[in-house]
């Protein structure tokens, strides 16, 4: 399953504030998860725990906080077809099924959205490569993920965000707001989300986990290994470069990373 992908649309929305975009949003995907890479994406390989034996340093733990910054930051305006294929997948992980959305905003041309109660899991870098430089890789690991490792193709997520609610704005060709029918909406994404507004009909609907809150972005890591040995980390950036290898792509979860 891939984890980041390269919708732009996904990938502008989070790119300001330094993460890749999650194309499939998960409640499970956290840091120090390892990824490789296959074309342009980065795909799950299995937790960092699993494949190194610590050193003297221990795997270091996640921080939780919130992230005003992306809390209420709005996305532009976007066209409704490509906005809510993204919304869709974020909308459709928390509701199980994302069956009728389409159809519920058929009359839409445009489609803003920002994400609500957004908190960051981050894992101190230093921490990190302290932890890495002093382990080893498990002696049982296969000649796959050895070649990997030697190949510099192997990834680590050391940052993620999660956001609890999405709030979606949608517009009529003529600029007019589109009026939407709350119980209805309610209807097709059934229990597991919460669908708020300001009244039965709006033109703007917040949709609110029930559950857990979704992965929709993290901050990924290229490793570099020697002979076995941890040489390096670098700050894979969620934006290609010029003139450089396209790994912000690689990184935007079936849809940026995908799990």
């Known amino acids: 399953m891939t984890l980041l992908s390269c919708s732009s649309a996904q990938r502008d929305y989070l790119k300001p504030f330094g993460y890749g ?4 949003p998960k409640a499970s995907t956290q840091p120090l998860l390892m990824l490789a890479k296959r074309g342009d994406r980065l795909t799950p390989i299995g937790p960092l725990g699993g494949t190194l034996v610590p050193g003297a340093v221990p795997l270091p733990a996640a921080a939780r906080g919130p992230v005003a910054s992306i ?17 869709g997948s974020a909308i459709g992980a928390l509701a199980g099924s994302s069956l009728g959305l389409k159809a519920a905003y058929k009359s839409a041309s445009t489609v803003e959205f920002e994400f609500g109660e957004v908190n960051e899991n981050r894992v101190d ?8 430089a002093a382990a080893s890789p498990l002696p049982a690991i296969g000649p796959a993920l050895q070649k990997m490792l030697e190949n510099d193709e192997v990834f680590v997520i050391t940052a993620t965000v999660d956001a609890k609610s999405i709030t979606v704005k949608g517009k009529k060709s003529d600029g007019t707001d589109l009026g939407l029918d709350v ?5 097709l994404v059934g229990a597991k989300v919460s ?15 029930t559950d857990m809150p ?10 570099f290994f020697r002979n076995g040995r941890y040489q390096a980390a670098k700050l894979v950036k969620p934006t290609p470069l010029a003139g450089k290898e396209k790994e912000a792509e690689a990184v935007a979860p079936d849809q940026m990373l995908e799990l």
């Open 71 to 87: 809390t209420g930051a709005q996305s532009k305006s976007l066209d409704a077809s490509l906005a809510l294929d993204v919304l």
């Open 214 to 223: 979704l992965t929709i972005g993290a901050e990924v890591v290229r490793l």
């Open 195 to 209: 669908v708020g507004s300001t009244g039965a009909q709006s033109s703007v609907l917040t949709y609110t986990s």
């Open 125 to 132: 870098f230093n921490a990190l490569d302290s932890f890495l």
């Open 21 to 24: 975009t999650l194309a499939l």
């Open 183 to 187: 119980p209805v909406v309610q209807q």
